[in-house]
């Protein structure tokens, strides 16, 4: 018998294109919405074309990633046949998410004033990379944000250039925001029958994430910097070298350090009794531990570690990290299968909920015929 889905009863269309839109969609699509997305006859999404890697099937893998339990309809906005296919979606339509630049939907007779006017109850959402007033114009690349967001800035060796995360990180945050936005406004909708505009940009969700780092600047005027793999206000939090490969030590309190020296065999040294003062002393720090380390490999000191509740691990590639997830019963994959008989893996949605969980009912969509 199939779940029941907290969302079983609502119905977006989905305008938006590449990551942050798409990711939040999904999610809502995984608890129940009906998505519908509106995508460019003979192209489609951008990200359809962000290849290699292809599946078997030759469709880019990127796509695939955001774009599960929906459907797919090739409309042309600027003529007037797709512009009524459009109006009409929408007609029957609990939610919009696009990531047009601003103006974009206005031209198209597809901007909240309008729809808001025909459907009061509408949640309208628009996804920006600078916001809708003097940020307009700007292109909304998360690289481009992690660049000016200050996001690299503290990215990378203390002696190295600034550097990206590995992932579009800025979009999926963004997306996740968008998501909470959207189930924020239909949970006031549902209160008092009145529709609002969601809006959420590339730029303030990356600095919403900075989290300590953005306070640091707000309350204590404190700008960070690259420090590699070190934390600014945790010691030892870090990456260190064994005597065969490399260690992650991720030790937030006294307990856990107390424990850590008794395994390594560190000396009690005063400059290491508090976190704070293993901050002030970090390098000493690290000097010892890389010193004490050095006499069993990586894996060897997890499994001495980990009993003792210390955080300690190796760093896994991205295949070691799915058959990590797997050997603790996290269930990570998905299959999904495709009406040409092959099946899609996907990572499987995170939420947990006892009585509605996420559903997973169709492949990401081949793009339709225009």
């Known amino acids: 018998m199939t779940p029941a889905a907290a969302l079983d009863d609502l119905t977006i269309v989905d305008f938006s294109r590449v990551l942050a839109g798409p990711l939040a969609t999904m999610v ?28 078997e099937r030759g469709q ?11 459907d797919s309809e090739a409309i042309d906005l600027t003529t007037e046949a797709g512009g009524a296919r459009a109006r009409a979606l929408v007609a029957g339509a609990d939610v919009v998410v696009e990531n047009f ?10 901007g909240y004033a309008t729809l808001a006017a025909q459907r009061p109850g509408i949640v309208y959402t628009s996804i920006t990379g600078f916001g809708a007033g003097d940020g307009a114009a700007l292109p909304g690349y998360d690289l481009l944000v992690q660049a000016v967001g200050g996001l690299m ?13 590995g992932v579009a990180l800025v979009d999926v945050i963004t997306g996740l925001f968008t998501a909470v936005g959207i189930l924020a406004a239909l949970r006031h909708r549902e209160r008092t029958g009145e529709g609002q505009r969601v809006e959420v940009d590339l730029l303030s969700s990356l600095l919403a994430a900075l989290v300590n780092q953005g306070s640091a600047y707000t309350l204590a005027g404190a700008v960070g910097g690259r420090m590699g793999n070190a934390h600014p206000s945790i010691a030892p939090y870090e990456l260190l070298p064994t005597g ?34 293993r901050v002030a002393h970090r390098d000493a720090l ?19 570690l980990s009993p003792r509740g210390v955080p300690a691990g ?12 797997t050997s603790l019963g996290l269930d990570p994959i998905v299959e999904l299968p495709r009406d040409d008989g092959s099946v899609a893996r996907l990572t499987r949605n995170p939420i947990g909920l006892s009585a509605t969980p996420p559903t997973y009912r169709t492949a990401p969509p081949d793009l339709p015929a225009s």
């Open 101 to 110: 630049r601003p103006g974009v939907m206005d031209r198209l007779g597809l």
């Open 244 to 277: 065969d490969g490399d260690l992650v030590l991720a030790v937030g309190n006294d307990k856990q350090f107390a424990a850590l020296r008794d395994v390594v065999g560190l000396a009690d040294d005063a400059r290491f009794a508090t976190n704070a003062s």
């Open 28 to 55: 809502l699509a995984d608890l129940g919405a009906t998505v519908i997305k509106v995508e460019r006859p003979g192209t489609g999404d951008d990200t359809r074309a962000w290849g290699p890697p292809f599946d």
């Open 314 to 325: 190796v760093v896994n590639d991205v295949a070691g990290a799915f058959a990590l997830a």
């Open 60 to 70: 880019a893998t990127y796509f695939q990633s955001v774009n599960r339990n929906k």
């Open 153 to 165: 800035s503290i990215t990378g060796e203390r002696d190295g250039e600034p550097q990206k995360v």
């Open 286 to 304: 690290r000097d010892a531990l890389v010193a004490a380390l050095a006499s069993r490999p990586a894996h060897d000191w997890v499994r001495a």
